[in-house]
């Protein structure tokens, strides 16, 4: 068993083209579909050619908004072409009694930045009415004032805590995560398959018949095949998802650990489909013909390419169900977007699991059975 691992991985050595293709397509997909959502907040590019506005309490509040990242530029010019280009989906330009909000496209924060920015010149005009009253009464000079209030400001006397709640049919959607898991799942299942394939080659061709011969028992060439198998499909996620959490930045929301544990039922029972595809199919080019219909057919179904939310049609939410990719995704979006315990991830889990020892079953029953 340890030859044929070895061999196995000496061909992947010298011929490693099929997996880079397949990993530099998920992460290209997953960048140029999710892209726009990579910074986890809306980029809005600012200027200002006062730089009094950029230091006062507007300028600090909004520095100091969450979900929207404001990023000061150098000059208009540049906030406009930011903007133009398609990398910033609205820009705004600053000015000491108002502002000015540039929209590229027809975008659904608009209305949410000029709110933020709103609110911040309405607490910058607060402060300055504050001082204004101050030095009209007399009491008190205005540095005094300006000090008391940001000491005010710093330490509230009390706080106020926000909370959202959803209705049982709302979901919550993150195009960053959706395509870099929908992708990564759909993508390993051509490398896992195109990896399962020579099991079917090397027993037509006789090369099972020869080895047979010699000390390997069969359960360790099953054993062997299917161990490299499941090795490079849950490398090429593994590399994915580095890129994603040490290069592009994101976080996985602080469980990157546990969503890559929690991928090895779903990696499992895809060499097990593998297996039975090739145990029903009678030759190569079958299967060839058969992997893309299916794992596109998973992919649609399973919610890889869309939220399984937005499909209204029972009989496609019913094949879902039977969909190793469905479950798939679950564990994922229940990890990084929901925040599910693991007490919650035991059901999908449990499904991959059962999922992957049947078809296994049935595709090494198949193949034996016909003595391809």
Do not use: C
């Amino acid at each position: 068993m340890i030859g044929i691992l070895l061999s196995k991985l000496k061909r992947f050595i010298r011929n490693p083209f099929i997996f880079i293709i397949f990993t530099v397509m998920s992460i290209g997909f997953a960048l140029i579909l999710g892209g726009s959502n990579i910074e986890g907040s809306i980029q809005v590019p600012v200027y200002t050619a006062e730089e009094s506005v950029k230091d006062s309490a507007a300028g600090e509040a909004l520095s100091e908004t969450e979900g929207v990242a404001f990023n000061w530029m150098d000059s208009k010019d540049r906030v406009e072409e930011e903007v133009s280009s398609g990398r910033a989906e609205l820009g705004a330009i600053l000015k000491q009694d108002g502002f000015q909000l540039i929209v590229g496209v027809d975008s659904p924060n608009a209305g949410t930045v000029e709110q933020m920015i709103q609110r911040a010149y309405s607490k910058e005009a607060q402060r300055e009415q504050i001082l204004k009253a101050a030095r009209t009464s007399g009491t008190m000079e205005s540095d005094a004032v300006r000090e008391e209030l940001d000491e005010a400001m710093a330490t509230p006397v009390f706080s106020i805590e926000t909370s959202y709640f959803n209705s049982s049919d709302d979901f919550e959607f993150d195009s960053t995560f959706h395509t870099l898991f929908g992708f990564t799942l759909f993508f390993v299942i051509y490398t896992i398959g195109n990896n399962v394939l020579p099991i079917l080659t090397d027993k037509k061709d006789g090369l099972w018949d020869r080895m047979i011969l010699s000390p390997v028992r069969k359960w360790e060439m099953y054993v062997a095949n299917l161990i490299y198998s499941f090795f490079e499909g849950y490398l090429q996620v593994l590399i994915i998802f580095l890129v994603f959490r040490y290069i592009v930045g994101v976080d996985f929301n602080g469980r990157f650990a546990e969503s890559l544990l929690f991928l090895i039922p779903y990696v499992f029972a895809i060499v097990a489909l593998s297996i039975l595809i090739t145990g029903i199919v009678k030759d190569s080019q079958q299967f060839n013909a058969a992997l893309p219909i299916i794992s596109v057919s998973m992919a649609m179904i399973g919610g890889a390419f869309w939220p399984l939310e937005i499909v209204e049609s029972e009989f496609l939410l019913a094949l879902s169900k039977i969909n190793p990719l469905t479950y798939g995704m679950e564990v994922l979006n229940g990890i990084a977007v929901y925040g599910y315990p693991l007490e919650e991830l035991l059901f999908p889990i449990s499904i991959l699991i059962l999922m992957g020892v049947t078809f296994m079953g049935v595709g090494i029953h198949l193949m034996e059975r016909r003595h391809v």
